[in-house]
């Protein structure tokens, strides 16, 4: 039997040429509203599946909501497919959002971000991953990257920038990895949209909006962002060995669970770097004030800086066992009070102007999410009010709770002096664990 050719109708434009000519193996790439990402990866699919040798080969496609992922691609999706599915060559499967090549047996089906399990199992050839930004880590952590392993497929990320969350992670960190690509194309790397439709959008949106929406910048922060997505990468990238930090105090933050869904996080910073936190889910005060007295005993801090809010039970437990610790309430007056409408804001702008003056983060992309995602206003007076915990934990990536931020601030609360070494101290002065250095600073 002669082969029939059928032409599918893709012209694809000089930036998604590029786009299909540059990939590898998984390919992260940033575009802006409406450039078209939606008919690139479609035609990516329906290319891999087609073209596959193996058996059974299982391609999909998975926006973070199923809803979502078949209102943006299974129209198109078909259409493009139409005059293989009127010559008999493909299945079109209306239920489960697929279409199976008879001449090969390869699938493309969609899928949603909101239900992953479905995808636990399988084996994958290839996936493509839109609007990245809001798909859960774990979807493509502990689901899509290991289910692509036994025939080592591929993958392809694409979205609009929105924040610190997977979508950036995978961007800046593609640079580093050898099977890895990613590239940004703006509204005016497309001719997606008309040059005076690009102008009468720049005009009407405010610069950060624009920035985000249409020249694809990660850094682009709200106008009231206390701490720039900008920023907090760089932070993460700076790195300062042992020599840099030894003169500087060695300063703990203890952050303790509030609620069911909130982290008790246990922060220590040395001068201008940031240690890997240590954060426990479910563990109570008295195993709290136990943990934090090891690290206490272990690292000889010169401060040690805890939450009065929820930490009133490891403070006294951490007094009754003979540590000096200070207790530091968010709502709580602050050292300059006309600045600040309390506490909590106060440390939150230290620790800002520290991440901006050359602060040393894990690069961890929950950490940055926390650092980037809260807001600032002024009151009646003039003074910095911080957004509330409660209002962050409704915006924040992926849901949960700014916990170890929370630490990390709270080894701003006070003026730290870097302190003898414990064994001189021993020598000359006598066990004073009760004095409390900042009891003046806290007074009304």
Known sequence: MSAIRIELHYQPREWQRECHE?????????????????????????????????????????????????????????????????????????????????????????????????????????????????????????????????????????????GINLFSDLYYGASKRPEWYAAKYTVYDTDALDALEIERLRGSMSEEAFAREFLCDFSAAGDSQLISMADTENAARRQYPDGDIINSPLVIGVDPARFGDDRSAVVLRQGLRMETPIVRNGIDNMALASLVAQVIEDRDPDAVFIDAGAGSGVIDRLRQLGYGVTEVPFGGKATYPNLFANKRAEMWWAMKEWVEQGGSIPNDMSLKSELSTPTYQYDSVGRRVLESKDEIKKRLQGGGSPDIADALALTFAYPVAKQLPREVRDLIQPDNRDYDPYEMAREP
């Open 22 to 162: 540059n990939k590898r193996r998984f390919t992260v790439l940033a575009l802006h509203r409406r450039a078209g990402k939606t008919e690139l990866a479609t035609m990516e699919l329906i290319h891999k599946a087609a073209g596959f040798k193996q058996e059974l080969g299982f391609f999909v496609y998975l926006a973070p909501f199923l809803k979502q992922a078949k209102a943006i691609a299974w129209a198109r999706l078909k259409q493009k497919l139409e005059p293989l599915r009127v010559t008999g060559a493909i299945d079109v499967n209306e239920a489960d959002l697929a279409v199976v090549f008879k001449h090969n047996g390869a699938t493309i089906r969609l899928f949603g971000g909101d239900n992953p399990d479905a995808l636990r199992g399988v084996r994958l050839d290839g996936a493509v991953i839109d609007e990245v930004a809001q798909v859960k880590p774990e979807v493509w952590n502990s689901i899509l990257q290991p289910a692509l392993a036994d025939r080592k497929g591929w993958a392809m990320f694409i979205g609009t920038p929105a």
